[in-house]
């Protein structure tokens, strides 16, 4: 799993230029043919895993998934003048305070025991025309057509500087992000669920063990639904 994500991962303190240092359409090292054994193997491990995450208290896991259908507000500044904020919050900084406040964020959350884990889904302009037409052509994905996605494709190259200075400002050691190239769903899901399961592993959470009063007490309830259903 680490071979597969390491190259995925946006090392702190880099400066990131999506379209030289990421391919939406890599693979790795992967073929196609062994990715549906690869994404079985993952999903095993996290649903034996993710019950133990569940059983113990003290851990947890935030999933951030980032795309295009996640982010408006930095391209269009209009959107950012309706959310009314005070003269002094709406100056040049308001970027770099912004991304200072995820970091610190996110910062208090893995001091408190949760592991934040930030996937970006990075798919070419090509690939999505292409999925655009699969939701035009097929009627049962019409419903998932939206024609102000089309029209924020006029924004494509916006959305990728956006991107480039989100993801330069926030990678930290203590909550990195993962590019994850997009364009092959196959690998996208076999990757996103490589970098959750790497997450859960780190934590290596097990199944709390119960203290000798409550296995006493658990003896003296199984015997007495044992008697009451007339088992042996």
């Known amino acids: 799993m680490e071979g597969l994500i390491e190259p995925l991962r946006v090392a702190p303190g880099s400066t990131v230029k999506l379209s030289h240092d990421h391919d939406p359409g890599n693979t790795g090292q992967v073929i196609r043919a062994q990715a549906d054994a690869l994404l079985a193997e993952g999903i095993e491990l996290l649903a034996e895993h993710q019950d133990r995450l569940a059983a113990q208290d003290t851990f947890g896991v935030l999933l951030v998934l980032q795309g295009l259908d996640a982010s408006v507000v930095r391209v269009h500044p209009d959107l950012l003048a309706a959310e009314r904020l005070p003269a002094e919050a709406r100056n040049h900084d308001v970027w770099a305070r912004r991304y200072r ?6 910062r208090y959350l893995v001091g408190n025991g949760i592991h ?38 006029g924004y494509w190259e916006d959305y990728q500087r956006a991107f480039d200075s989100m993801l330069s400002q926030t990678s930290t050691q203590w909550a990195p992000w993962y590019v994850v190239p997009a364009d092959h769903k196959w690998f996208s899901h076999l990757a996103t669920a490589a970098v959750l399961v790497t997450a859960i592993l780190a934590i290596n959470p097990r199944y709390p063990a119960a203290d000798p009063a ?19």
């Open 101 to 106: 406040e995820i970091n610190d964020w996110e």
């Open 214 to 232: 409550e296995k006493e007490q658990m003896a003296q309830v199984r015997a007495e639904l044992v008697a009451e259903l007339g088992l042996p």
């Open 116 to 153: 934040v884990v930030k996937v970006m889904l990075h798919v070419s302009k090509q690939e999505q025309a292409k999925r655009f037409l699969q939701r035009i052509d097929h009627p049962e994905k019409n419903w998932k057509f939206s024609s102000s996605d089309v029209r924020e494709r």
